[in-house]
């Protein structure tokens, strides 16, 4: 499978009157960012959610509307609704665009946030629960006849025929986090997503979310997804004054976020590798004391279009060919991005031959010898 690329929706232009995804939308500025972020080579949006957010189903409705190719990535907590109600909704989005909607299952990192919406769920309840939503997901999906479910979180009786999706088979689903808990609730995944961390930590990871799907019973490929703010410019000295200066501009954003994920593992992971180094693997990742962990795009990839390709290539290397490049709404950079690094790793990944489902295969067999 080639290397996709996402870049989270714009809800309103850079500098308007809101930080983040609060605030008003501005719906000529949404339907304008995501035919752009279309146009340039962008193969999914993410539709994020959180509890002051707006209505993701929404939002993702009137992406699909203004776009011709763009897929959404809808993101959905299951302590919101039940399984078969979000199935139903996540099917209909998908018949309508002609088969361009997947979901991503926020556990939920922080509990603050999550008792914000009456959930009072532990961390390991939480992905346990996520784990069966993705389940009954499926199931609401694929069955062709009224079944029933009795789990631990989720109970009903002969629900169905189920909601066909515009293929016929389940949705590509995607979780993430950074907790063995997390790991663990990985398993069930189609596309498990990491924050943007150096090489070492990303490849530790990986291997985390492998060996709970081994343990198992599970067998093939999850695609995982990594996530930079990427700052891009002629050349890397001028791409680190962009950063430096991008940084002190949307410090009130990462601020803001920084406030609802102190406790997140992947929050408290980042901010320790910023102690330990700013600018590891060689200077173009750069995670700054003060926001690293604010968020997936608080890890900045900074330099020239060359640069960044280069260290992309190396994620893709690792088995991460889902990369989200989120520009926060900024239009000239995602522009940027798509007309000048998303071409280059592409160019760069055929040219090499790199391919992720061969290195899966390599390393599970090697697995399997030397168990």
Do not use: C
Not at 254 to 279: C, F, H, K, P
Not at 294 to 314: D, K, M, Q
């Amino acid at each position: 499978m080639p290397v996709e690329f996402v870049n989270a929706i714009g809800l309103r232009p850079p500098g308007a009157p809101a930080a983040g995804f609060i605030g008003p939308i501005d719906p000529v500025w949404l339907r304008r960012y995501a035919r752009t972020i279309d146009e340039f080579g962008f193969d999914y949006t993410l539709v994020p959610y959180g509890s002051a957010s707006f209505d993701q189903y929404v939002v993702a409705a009137t992406v699909l509307a203004a776009t011709e190719r763009l897929k959404t990535v809808v993101a959905v907590r299951p302590n919101t609704a039940f399984p078969t109600v979000a199935a139903q909704a996540l099917a209909t989005l998908d018949q309508i665009s002609g088969g361009r909607a997947i979901v991503h299952i926020i556990s939920g990192g922080s509990d603050e946030e999550q008792q914000r919406q009456g959930d009072y769920l532990d961390k390991p309840a939480r992905y346990r629960r996520s784990a069966e939503f993705v389940e009954v997901l499926r199931e609401v999906w694929t069955k062709k006849d009224p079944f029933s479910h009795d789990g631990e979180f989720y109970r009903f009786d002969d629900f169905g025929p189920g909601y066909a999706t515009f293929s016929g088979g389940p949705l590509a689903v995607s979780l993430g986090g950074s907790s063995e808990y997390a790991y663990a609730a990985g398993a069930t995944a189609d596309i498990f997503a990491l924050w943007g961390e150096p090489l070492a930590e990303t490849a530790e990871q990986i291997e985390r979310v492998y060996a709970h799907a081994r343990a198992a019973g599970r067998t093939g490929r999850i695609r995982f997804w990594v996530t930079f703010r990427p700052v891009v410019a002629a050349t890397d000295e001028l791409a680190r004054a962009k950063a430096h200066a991008l940084v002190e501009r949307t410090r009130p954003f990462y601020d803001q976020v920084s406030r609802i994920s102190a406790t997140n593992v992947g929050t408290v992971r980042l901010r320790e590798i910023s102690e330990q180094a700013e600018e590891p693997d060689g200077g173009v990742l750069w995670t700054p004391r003060g926001i690293a962990g604010s968020g997936g795009a608080s890890s900045l990839l900074v330099g020239s279009p060359e640069t960044i390709a280069a260290a992309l290539v190396r994620y893709v290397e690792l088995g991460a060919d889902v990369i989200s490049l989120p520009t926060l709404g900024d239009l000239g950079d995602a522009i940027e991005v798509g007309r000048d690094i998303i071409p280059l790793v592409r160019e760069e990944v055929a040219r090499r031959g790199i391919d992720p489902e061969l290195t899966f295969r390599v390393a599970d067999e090697s697995v399997a010898a030397g168990a």
